[in-house]
T-cell receptor, first 117, second 113 residues
């Protein structure tokens, strides 16, 4: 149980185009999902908290107009990188929160590697 | 502000020997502590967590971690390392006030045959 999928697993796009990444909780419902970014040989940095049915909460320094997050259902959150540029190339990882209170645990997707040419 | 420190970039251990990956934290209030493992080009896999109660937490693949409140540490341990344990390990925490995880910098574990 507690499986999270991401699609696509990798994507190459041209500078200026937009890319959508999907994050799905396959066997549980998640009112809260998180989007992280990981640079090579570095830790995960939280980009935003995605709440089902409401606006995402972005971390300081993350452009909400560039990284659009939609959490339209209890099993799906999407991250759209708009007008992508080479500096947006990174490994994007989502997580979905299962359980509540003391049982809360985040389960992570396999990640999406984005390369912007 | 809350933070997680993993003081070792890399830990090398021989197969069959015990391993320890260190983690210390700083937080206001009670922490919820986690260990995750990441294999190359993959997402993170949940290993174990400490919420409250017994200070020794047992998790997946034979790993365990010991919560030490006085030393603000949550070291990951395994009695006998396997070559397949070689991966990148992350310690993380959240609190009731901030549910997003704060990660340490990661420790690369290399188990030599």
């Amino acid at each position: 149980g507690a499986v999270v999928s991401q699609h696509p697993s990798w994507v190459i796009c041209k500078s200026g185009t937009s890319v959508k990444i999907e994050c799905r909780s396959l066997d549980f419902q998640a009112t809260t999902m998180f989007w992280y970014r990981q640079f090579p040989k570095q830790s995960l940095m939280l980009m935003a908290t995605s709440n089902e049915g409401s606006k995402a909460t972005y971390e300081q320094g993350v452009e909400k107009d560039k990284f659009l997050i939609n959490h339209a259902s209890l099993t799906l959150s999407t991250l759209t990188v708009t007008s992508a540029h080479p500096e947006d190339s990174s490994f994007y990882i989502c997580s979905a929160q299962a359980g509540s209170g003391r049982q809360e645990t985040q389960y992570f997707g396999p990640g999406t590697r984005l390369l912007v040419l | 502000a809350q933070s997680v420190a993993q003081p070792e970039d890399q830990v090398n251990v021989a197969e069959g020997n015990p391993l320890t990956v260190k983690c210390t934290y700083s937080v206001s209030g009670n922490p919820y502590l986690f260990w995750y493992v990441q294999y190359p080009n993959r997402g993170l896999q949940f290993l174990l967590k400490y919420i409250t109660g017994d200070n020794l937490v047992k998790g997946s693949y034979g790993f365990e971690a010991e919560f030490n409140k006085s030393q603000t540490s949550f070291h990951l341990k395994k009695p006998s390392a396997l070559v397949s344990d070689s991966a990148l390990y992350f310690c993380a925490l959240h609190t009731t006030g901030r549910r997003a995880l704060t990660f340490g910098s990661g420790t690369r574990l290399q188990v030599q045959p």
